[in-house]
């Protein structure tokens, strides 16, 4: 494990182990309730349903991007590859799937 991360209300530190360097900051779009924290995605990026979309964020938050659409009651999917995400909304009218590439060529 390269990244220790530590969360409370919105705020996180990241302290990186490799490079002995911290990151403090505070999330630009809060997490949507019943949510209580982020996720990792991979070894070096966050992700959570704030606004009602994915958010992916750099652990140490140089870039963040907010996907498709997204209910925080379910964690997202990603395929193997990290070529796609999928999500799912609609909880009250019925679930749906949707799903974002995350390479573009």
Do not use: H
């Not at 999330?27 to 704030?50: C, S």
Request: no cysteine.
């Amino acid at each position: 494990t390269r990244f220790i991360l530590a969360e409370n209300d919105g705020q996180l530190g990241v302290y990186d182990l490799a490079m002995a360097a911290k990151f403090k900051y505070r999330l630009t779009v809060p997490l949507d309730a019943p949510a209580k924290n982020v996720r990792w995605m991979d070894g070096n990026r966050l992700t959570y349903v704030g606004g009602g979309k994915q958010q992916i964020i750099d652990y140490d938050n140089l870039n963040s991007v907010a996907l498709q659409a997204s209910s925080p009651e379910f964690t997202p999917f990603f395929s193997a590859d990290y070529r796609y995400i999928f999500s799912l909304t609609g909880v009250d009218e019925g679930l749906r799937l949707n799903s974002t590439a995350l390479r573009i060529k």
